[in-house]
C-alpha cells in the first residue's frame, strides 16, 4: 500500500477563497483523523471518522471548516473562506479498529493564506 | 483523559543513549503507552508502544514501571538522523483519545 497519500502539497491561495484538502487513508483502515499543526498550538486533532461517520468534530475551529467522507478511500477538509490564520500543515492520517493499532500520517499538506 | 508531561526539549550527542521521560499520572488500567516520533515536514511516524514493563523493537526500548504513572524511551546510540520531536501518548480503545498529542520532546543530536 501506499501509505495515506494527501493532496496537495503545498496549496496557496488569497484570503477569502475556499480551500480544498484532500485525503485518501490506508485500504481496509476504517478510522480517520483530520490534524493542523502550528508552531504556536502543535498539533491539533480537528475531526475523526470511523466507518466514514463524523465522530468527534470538537476540534474544527470554526464553522469556516468543514469535512466529509463520502466513503472508504476518501476525506476532505474544507475551509470556507480561508483567512491567514488558517496557515499551517494539514495531517491526515488512518488506522484500524483494535486496542493499540497503529496510526498512520500522510505527509500533509502545506497551506499558506495571504 | 490522561495528560502527559515531558521535557520541551533534550540534546545529546552522536553515539550516545537517551532517555526521555513521560508522566502520565492519571493512566487509567485500559490505556496503553504510544511514542511517535516526527522529523521536520513530516507527518508523525510509530515509534513503540507498550501496556507495562519493557518492550524493545529494532528502533526503541519502552519502559514502563509497575505503577504506571511514567513510562521513558530509550534510544540507543543515536545518530544525527534521530534528530527529531518525539510525543508520548497515552491512549485507550477510544481512537479519539489515542491521537491527542501532547507538545514533545524536541531532540537535538549533535555531532
Known amino acids: 500500500d501506499a501509505g495515506v497519500i494527501q493532496s496537495p502539497r503545498h496549496e496557496v491561495t488569497e484570503m477569502g477563497q475556499e480551500v480544498t484538502l484532500r485525503c485518501k487513508p490506508i485500504s481496509g483502515h476504517d478510522y480517520l483523523f483530520w490534524y493542523r499543526q502550528t508552531m504556536m498550538r502543535g498539533l491539533e486533532l480537528l475531526i475523526y471518522?470511523?466507518?466514514?461517520?463524523?465522530?468527534?468534530d470538537s476540534g474544527m475551529p470554526e464553522d469556516r471548516f468543514s469535512a466529509k467522507m463520502p466513503n472508504a478511500s476518501f476525506s476532505n477538509l474544507k475551509i470556507q473562506p480561508s483567512e491567514p490564520r488558517d496557515s499551517a500543515v494539514y495531517f491526515c492520517?488512518?488506522?484500524?479498529?483494535?486496542?493499540?493499532?497503529?496510526?498512520?500520517f500522510g505527509q500533509g499538506t502545506r497551506l499558506t493564506v495571504v | 483523559l490522561a495528560k502527559t508531561t515531558q521535557p520541551i526539549s533534550m540534546d545529546s550527542y552522536e553515539g550516545q543513549e537517551v532517555n526521555i521521560t513521560c508522566s502520565h499520572n492519571n493512566i487509567a488500567t485500559n490505556d496503553y503507552i504510544t511514542w511517535y516520533q516526527q522529523f521536520p515536514s513530516q507527518g508523525p511516524r510509530f515509534i513503540i508502544q507498550g501496556y507495562k514493563t519493557k518492550v524493545t523493537n529494532e528502533v526503541a526500548s519502552l519502559f514502563i514501571p509497575a505503577d504506571r504513572k511514567s513510562s521513558t524511551l530509550s534510544l540507543p546510540r543515536v545518530s544525527l538522523s534521530d534528530t527529531a520531536v518525539y510525543y508520548c501518548l497515552v491512549a485507550n480503545n477510544n481512537a479519539g483519545n489515542m491521537l491527542t498529542f501532547g507538545g514533545g520532546t524536541r531532540l537535538m543530536v549533535k555531532p
Open positions: 492520517a488512518s488506522r484500524t479498529t483494535g486496542w493499540g493499532s497503529e496510526a498512520f
Open positions: 471518522f470511523n466507518n466514514n461517520v463524523p465522530i468527534d
